[in-house]
């Protein structure tokens, strides 16, 4: 329990920096509720949970706390990378692979992040084409695995710019940062669930799902992720 | 607009039949066939950019149809998108007509469910079933109306066969079944902004919830005027706490749910045989975006349009009427006629050398007229084939370069029909940089119709090497403006999503129509400014207006770019209409005071001259004051120093 806390204040302090672009953090300015940190525990053990946790995180050797500003340790900022890099794969996994509603997703991932041992983290990522960003858009970690080419671990999941000619595939999801694009492409019918078959790679993409054809920016097909749907060509 | 005064109760309002749908589904053909007014109706996305307003024919009490610019949402993504979605918002309308194409149902349905939950009164017209027939499609048509609560009928609008059934069903709109749920936080955000939302709107509260959660930004004007401002502040919590609680962006997560529940409605009307295409269509459309032979195909396509265009439209056609029947038949009896009794003075107003028959007819009707209509000709057919958007693919990594993306090919090429249409295209490109850019562009150095195959005309005359010195130099100069442009313009560069309309064989009838009122618009808007340019030089000529800005101009026209004077009144004309200066610097030529070095210098000064008056004024209006005169500077900079640079280099050649 002590444990799983330790690692919940070193993920939140991950969040606020990588928000604020930032290598320290006003402890006094710390949220209540943000990352795993339940909203309805805190009301239960009283407001300060957060502090205490990276307090916690202090005496553990994975937080330096400097004029009321913690941050990271060496070995504490490996570990929160690899937390957050199981919590974020779990969304997409949870998200994307099995289509969970939202409201199963992120308690889900507070869960799953304490639990995935290395491999099988890898092998979630290899299974899901390693994607580079979570739900929210928000970047996974690189692990070992992704930047091996070769993998024991068929992809379940592929970048639709390196799918074949002609064949139809499924899209499980759009890594996009880009709300406006997603906006857009979803209105022209491209969202997960849907088919779409690659026509041609040079001078453009051209693609097609269902009846309408497509030339787009080789960018967006690079956010985009497909599953075969096997025999359909 | 709509007016939002109380006591105009909607019995007593004109109501209105908005016509709307996917982009290029066919809306203004069925616009056309109802009210008998012809629109544009071309094979690619966008063609209608403004709003088209015409009567129902037959229709008592006479009922207004609005034509309107494509969607593939009711929350707008683009310029032309929002002016179809104000519409909904500001007109009562007694029906909406939704125009889908057939094949393409399910981006049809997306739009069905939206009008739905606006509450709007609605028609689903599947249009293109020749098309879905041809690809084995069916749709179970009664069972779709059963599911979406409102009657659907299909038409093949380019053959009128079922367009009959549209007018009788306009009675039969009604509200679509409002089925769709979107999941449970979805709808208490929805809740809480709906109970924020007071007073009568034209769509329901729900739809209007819809669009500002999707985070409708181009919603915002009309908020301000119809909900008060703590009203605005307890929307605007709603919506950020609900972006706040959801992993992905609201928008997109709506279209998500309403794509599935759309799925749901497909899966039980909707069948394909599959493996069928048609192999010559299929093969053209290859061609035409390959990577090496598209580029040989736009070849192909620019020598057929020379030929066309340039040979037979500004070569052979105009030497007929200029030379034989205005030169031999009738203008030698017009002369005879007027100087028999009428004073010199006098009938040089007439048959002098700016004479209003001599020139003002003669230019605009022999020399002009048969160019830009084998231009049309040309032009129609290329449209209706949809060859222009597959040019996208091709030109997308070179538009890249200035910042711009293939979509902006689209304006470019309909400036070579002419420029002002072109600038009011520019509305189908997302960004406001892209679109000043295209402008820009438009203004220094897209060649209109009339202009381009005057120019083509005269070049073909000389040796190749001038035409290449042409072509390069504006090519060069675009370059670089397109290049400076997007440095110096702000903003990011859009994304590139062209949607690709099937290759088709293009129908005589809608090429002769689509002609045709080209040709009337084209009568209609150049010949006044023909004759106000020639009576203009006639008085400046008399009153030694002329010569005075002759002398003005000298440094430039005949000391920095080595040409005749005369050449000054092309570029004085070339101003009322280009292609008016590009036949008064080929009278010039004709008339042997130019050598082929000072024709080529000064084709490649009036192509990229300043935009013509009409041209000038849509861009005011589209870009404004400022950016208008900005851009008129730049041109005419543009102008004087590609001449130079066309003259030094033919120095050195």
């Known amino acids: ?233 | 607009m709509h007016d939002h005064k109380s006591g105009r109760k909607a019995a007593d309002t004109v109501q209105d039949v908005i016509l709307l749908g996917n982009p290029n589904v066919g809306k203004s053909v069925i616009f056309s066939l109802l009210t008998g007014k012809y629109a544009i109706v071309s094979n690619y996305p966008g063609t209608t950019i403004e709003v088209a307003y015409g009567t129902i024919l037959g229709s008592k009490p006479k009922t207004r149809i609005i034509d309107t610019p494509g969607v593939n949402n009711l929350i707008p993504m683009s310029e032309d998108e929002k002016v179809t979605r104000d519409i909904l918002l500001s007109s009562p309308a007694k029906a909406v007509i939704q125009v889908a194409d057939a094949k393409n149902l399910k981006r049809a349905l997306l739009i069905s469910v939206q009008l739905a939950e606006m509450r709007v009164p609605f028609v689903l017209v599947l249009n293109l079933w020749d098309e879905a027939l041809d690809r084995r499609i069916s749709i179970d048509t009664a069972k779709l109306s059963e599911l979406l609560g409102v009657p659907v009928i299909t038409t093949i609008a380019t053959q009128k066969w079922g367009t009959d059934k549209i007018f009788h069903a306009i009675d039969g709109a009604k509200p679509g079944l409002n089925t769709m749920l979107y999941e449970k936080s979805v709808e208490e955000s929805l809740l809480a902004i709906e109970n924020e939302l007071h007073g009568d709107f034209l769509i329901s509260r729900r739809s209007i919830a819809l669009m500002l959660l999707s985070g409708d930004v181009s919603l915002k004007e009309w908020l301000s005027k119809n909900a008060s401002k703590d009203g605005i502040k307890s929307i605007e919590d709603v919506v950020d706490n609900a972006s706040r609680r959801f992993s992905q962006n609201l928008g997109y997560l709506i279209n998500k749910q309403r794509l599935a529940f759309v799925d749901g409605i497909l899966a039980q009307v909707y069948r394909e045989e599959p493996g069928f295409f048609s192999k010559f269509q299929y093969a053209v459309a290859r061609i035409t975006m390959h990577p090496f032979w598209g580029l040989l195909f736009l070849a192909l396509v620019m020598y057929v349009m020379y030929i066309f265009v340039g040979k037979f439209g500004a070569g052979t056609a105009v030497d007929f009427l200029q030379n034989t029947f205005f030169g031999e038949w009738i203008n030698p009896v017009l002369v005879k006629f007027c100087r028999s009794f009428m004073p010199e003075r006098i009938s040089d107003f007439f048959v002098g050398q700016y004479g209003l028959f001599t020139m003002a007819f003669t230019y605009a009707l022999a020399i002009i007229l048969p160019i830009v209509f084998s231009f049309f000709v040309f032009f129609g057919v290329l449209e209706d084939t949809g060859y222009l958007p597959r040019l996208t693919v091709v030109s997308n990594k070179i538009f890249k370069v200035i910042g711009l993306n293939g979509k902006a090919i689209l304006p470019m090429v309909l400036g070579l029909g002419c420029g002002s249409m072109a600038t009011l295209t520019t509305r189908i490109l997302e960004t406001k940089r892209e679109r000043i850019i295209v402008t820009v562009l438009l203004a220094v150095g897209v060649p209109c119709s009339a202009q381009l195959g005057v120019i083509f005309a005269l070049l073909s005359a000389i040796p190749i090497k001038f035409f290449l010195v042409w072509f390069g130099m504006i090519f060069f100069i675009l370059l670089l403006s397109g290049i400076l442009a997007s440095r110096i313009i702000p903003g990011e560069s859009a994304d590139f999503i062209m949607e690709l309309p099937p290759v088709r064989i293009p129908q005589m009838w809608n090429i002769v129509l689509k002609t045709v009122s080209r040709m009337r618009w084209y009568l209609k808007e150049a010949v006044p400014l023909f004759i106000l340019g020639t009576v203009l030089l006639f008085f400046m000529d008399s009153l030694g207006i002329l010569r005075l800005i002759e002398y003005a101009a000298k440094p430039v026209i005949t000391g920095l770019l080595g040409l005749p004077g005369r050449t000054t009144e092309a570029f004085i004309v070339g101003f009322l209409r280009r292609d008016y200066g590009a036949a008064g610097l080929k009278s010039i030529w004709e008339g042997g005071l130019m050598t082929p070095d000072q024709l080529v210098t000064s084709l490649v000064t009036i192509t990229l001259f300043v935009p013509c008056v009409a041209h000038f004024f849509i861009t005011i209006k589209e870009r404004g004051w400022r950016s208008a005169s900005l851009i008129f500077m730049v041109s005419l900079i543009a102008a004087i120093a590609g001449g130079l640079l066309t003259r030094m280099v033919l120095l050195l050649l």
Request: proline share 5%; with cysteine; glycine share 8%.
């Open chain 1, 1 to 233: 329990m002590k444990k799983e806390k330790i690692d919940e204040a070193l993920e939140l302090l991950w969040m606020i920096m990588e928000e604020g672009n930032l290598n320290k953090v006003e402890i006094s300015t710390l949220p209540d509720h943000m990352g795993c940190f339940d909203p309805e525990l805190i009301e239960k053990v009283g407001k300060r949970d957060t502090i205490a946790a990276v307090n916690e995180a202090e005496k553990a050797g994975y937080v330096v706390i400097e004029n009321g500003r913690a941050g990271y340790t060496l070995s504490g900022e490996s570990r929160a990378r690899d937390i957050i890099r199981r919590h974020r794969l779990a969304e997409r996994l949870l998200s994307d692979a099995l289509a969970l509603p939202e409201s199963e997703i992120e308690p889900g991932a507070c869960k799953f992040e304490h639990i995935l041992t290395e491999g099988v983290t890898d092998s979630v990522c290899s299974f899901l084409g390693h994607p580079p960003m979570c739900p929210h858009n928000k970047p996974i970690p690189r692990g070992k695995c992704c930047e091996r080419f070769s993998s024991e671990i068929q992809p379940l999941v592929i970048r639709l710019k390196d799918a074949e000619i002609g064949v139809f595939y499924k899209i499980i999801f759009m890594s996009s940062k880009n709300t406006h694009r997603l906006q857009k492409i979803s209105g022209l019918g491209l969202v997960p669930g849907s088919s779409i078959k690659v026509l041609q790679r040079k001078p453009s993409f051209v693609v097609q799902t269902g009846e309408t054809i497509l030339a787009i920016d080789d960018e967006i097909v690079d956010e985009i992720y497909v599953k075969n749907e096997s025999g359909k060509k």
